[in-house]
């Protein structure tokens, strides 16, 4: 393109196009898209549409994953679980934008019967029409070649590899081990096999597997976090109400902003400084874009 002609067409779009989407294209480096308010859905709304909308990754007639954290037999109110209200939210934009299909699943660590009930996700998303909660099925998980530094091949579920449009909404949290599960750690609810194994190299597995298989988009859970006794929590005195819901289409650099809610620098936390490390996405706060929704 003639550049006389290409920098007419950038003043159009910055006539043309929504202010949030202005600010994204003129963006150094990943934005990562911060929305708060006490209505959680309509947080979660806001953060996405602060991307560009969900139009920008979901078109007509594709089939969408959205893999939420539902790993334990936790209600909402401890933080534990990924909050259906923000589920939901996601859920709806999908379909909004046209999605044939979307399917929502985990691989839990409690019984996922029990899990997928006391989440509440189940029930937020019963009877709506092209939308599928589903148990993981044993058979329908795929060996993979990673041909990574630690993991060479690895499990992972079929019906997440073959959809369309793969997005991560994991919930902000404490982790004995990793100290904090933010979004790159949600990638192990779609690993079968035994997923305990990878965590003696934990930051360098999980490298291996998010280097293989990325989300077009994160929407990570802030609306209360799980401070201390993480994963599976179980004790109100532990979660902090924040109202927060934060996405991105740079995985790393969500995870790098989630981590300071804790207090905490994005280099404190092993998985995020090693894909970081990796060049799967941007870690230092200083180059990433943060957009108020």
């Given at each position: 393109m003639e550049r006389r002609r290409f920098i007419k067409l950038l003043g159009l779009c910055s006539i043309f196009l929504p202010g949030s989407l202005r600010q994204l294209l003129a963006a150094q480096g990943p934005v990562v898209a911060v929305s708060q308010g006490s209505d959680h859905a309509a947080a979660a709304r806001r953060a996405i549409a602060a991307l560009g909308g969900m139009q920008r990754f979901v078109k007509a007639g594709q089939t969408v994953v959205v893999k939420p954290n539902i790993g334990w037999d936790r209600a909402p109110q401890y933080a534990a679980t990924t909050n259906p209200a923000v589920v939901k939210a996601v859920v709806e934009e999908c379909l909004k934008a046209g999605a044939k299909k979307v399917k929502v699943f985990d691989r839990t660590c409690n019984d996922a019967?029990?899990?997928?009930?006391?989440?509440?996700?189940e029930s937020a998303l019963k009877g709506m029409?092209?939308?599928?909660?589903?148990?993981?099925?044993?058979?329908?998980?795929?060996?993979v070649a990673l041909n990574g530094r630690v993991l060479k091949e690895c499990e992972l579920y079929g019906e997440a590899l073959s959809a369309d449009v793969y997005i991560n909404v994991p919930?902000?949290?404490?982790?004995?081990?990793?100290?904090?599960?933010?979004?790159?750690k949600n990638v192990m609810g779609i690993m079968g096999?035994?997923?305990g194994s990878i965590h003696k190299n934990l930051d360098q597995a999980l490298a291996d597997v998010n280097g293989y298989f990325r989300p077009q988009l994160t929407v990570i859970d802030a609306t209360r976090i799980l401070t201390a006794?993480?994963?599976?929590?179980?004790?109100?005195?532990?979660?902090?109400?924040?109202?927060q819901v934060l996405a991105s289409t740079d995985m790393v650099a969500a995870?790098?902003?989630?981590?300071?809610?804790?207090?905490?620098?994005?280099?404190?936390?092993?998985?995020t400084r090693t894909a970081y490390q990796r060049?799967?996405?941007?870690?230092?706060l200083d180059r990433i874009r943060v957009v108020k929704a």
């Open positions: 019967r029990r899990c997928y009930a006391s989440s509440g996700i029409k092209n939308v599928e909660v589903k148990h993981l099925e044993e058979e329908r998980f795929k060996k919930v902000a949290k404490h982790h004995g081990l990793s100290r904090l599960t933010l979004g790159m096999g035994n997923r006794h993480g994963p599976q929590g179980g004790n109100l005195a532990d979660v902090e109400v924040l109202n995870d790098a902003y989630a981590t300071t809610l804790f207090g905490l620098k994005p280099s404190d936390i092993a998985v060049g799967l996405g941007e870690m230092n």
